[in-house]
Each structure stands twice: as C-alpha cells, then as structure tokens.
C-alpha cells in the first residue's frame, strides 16, 4: 500500500508541477527557476522514499512521510505559489494553459500505473489522500 501511494503520488506531482511550470513560463514569472528548483528537489526526495519503501516500508516511515510532505505543500502552497498570482493577467489564458493536455495525461498515467489500485481514477487526487489515510 505505501509503495502505490508513493508511485501515485510520485507520478501525480510529475503532471501537476509540468502544468504548473507551464503556466509559470507563459506568464514569464520571474521566479520560475526556483520554484522548479522546489519541484525537483521533492520528486527526488519522493524517489528515494519510492526506493526505500520497496526495502521497508512501515508505518511509522509513512507516517514521518505524511508530515514531510504535508509540510512541505503547505508552506509550498502559502508561500511560492501564491507569489506567482499576480503574474497571471489572463484568467481565461490560464485556464486554456492549464487543461491543455490534462485528459490524455491522466489516462496516460492510469494506464501506465494500471497495476496500482490507486491509479485506476481520473480523480487521482483523491485516491492519493484515500491511500495515504488507509496507510496512516
């Protein structure tokens, strides 16, 4: 169960960062090479977690995980995301950005990871807090 929350979770924040960085550079936010930066940093912290859960993985490591990560998107959220809101002039351009691929990304990514139950939705952001609440 953790290791398809991670696998989940690791290839949910994959297409959700790509759209997000897409949006950044079509409005040219200055501070898009740091927030990448942030990015990249938690998939490859989320990628060793991948690594170790496949050695061990308990609850307690799930749990320290959970609160990692819970941290890390608040803060995230609250304070970089938020930063790149006046940068959008164009609500409707955003918007066409934004969907701009997203249907065939998230069925690439349930058929792709078909073998975890977690991937069987579109709505994979539900089924990651499902899982990880199963886990905790």
């Not at 990304?105 to 609440?133: F, G, I, P, Y």
């Amino acid at each position: 169960m953790i290791q398809a929350t991670l696998d989940t979770l690791s290839h949910y924040a994959s297409f959700f960062f790509h759209r997000e960085e897409k949006l950044m550079d079509a409005f040219n936010y200055p501070g898009l090479e740091f927030h990448r930066a942030e990015h990249r940093n938690l998939l490859q912290k989320i990628a060793k977690q991948r690594i170790a859960a496949k050695r061990k993985a308990s609850v307690k490591s799930a749990k320290k995980l959970f609160d990692e990560l819970s941290s890390w998107f608040c803060h995230h959220a609250l304070l970089q995301d938020i930063a790149f809101a006046p940068y959008i002039d164009d609500t409707e351009k955003a918007e066409r950005i934004a969907r701009e691929g997203t249907a065939e990304c998230l069925l690439d990514l349930t058929v792709e990871h078909k073998e975890s139950a977690a991937c069987r939705s579109s709505h994979v952001e539900v089924e990651v807090e499902a899982a990880v609440a199963r886990v905790l």
